[in-house]
């Protein structure tokens, strides 16, 4: 089994700083593209960043400049900072990642359970 478990939401006010976190575990060889991803209510679940393995990030034009999605391969970890947070970033946000469990099997895509980010006016 693969788990990803994220941490770190949580009510701020705009303007403020949040950082989440995101940690796979479980049976797993490699781990590929990791990104983060947002749903608020009514509306579809949206990339906010990306980054492959090697670091190469990517970030939807809504979050350049104030988002910075990093990772920590030795602990399957992948990070969000999110600075200058607005009222319109509040929203769940879900972890995800491509892994490999092992040799005799492809990669798959998974998903955490989502962490709740809320940025007050």
């Known amino acids: 089994q693969v788990q990803l478990v994220e941490s770190g939401g949580g009510l701020v006010q705009a303007g403020g700083s949040l950082r989440i976190s995101c940690e796979a575990s479980?049976?797993?060889?490699?781990?590929?593209?990791m990104g983060w991803y947002r749903q608020a209510p009514g509306k579809s679940r949206e990339l906010v960043a990306g980054i492959s393995r090697g670091g190469s990030a990517n970030y939807a034009d809504s979050v350049k400049g104030r988002f910075t999605i990093s990772r920590d391969n030795a602990k399957n970890t992948v990070y969000l900072q999110m600075n200058s947070l607005k009222p319109e970033d509040t929203a769940v946000y879900y972890c995800n990642a491509f892994i490999i469990r092992s040799d005799d099997e492809p990669l798959r895509s998974y998903w955490g359970q989502g962490t709740q980010v809320t940025v007050s006016p």
């Open positions: 479980g049976r797993i060889l490699s781990i590929d593209v």
